[in-house]
């Protein structure tokens, strides 16, 4: 199986690095999925986690 290289940061456009850096930077627990359709982002996912003290 042939190994795809990840496109370079300039491939992308800024608003999807901007959307991709807002969401890591504004979740404290939990996961973040990006999804990629034809080798384009289409949808970012955030999952957040609460815990409780």
Do not use: C, F, H
Request: a positive charge; proline letters at 6%; charged letters at 30%.
């Amino acid at each position: 199986m042939a190994e795809k290289k990840l496109p370079a940061q300039d491939s992308l456009p800024p608003r999807v690095w901007e959307k991709i850096e807002t969401a890591v930077r504004g979740i404290g627990y939990g996961s973040i999925t990006v999804v990629v359709q034809d080798g384009k982002v289409i949808q970012i996912e955030i999952n957040e986690k609460i815990r409780l003290a």
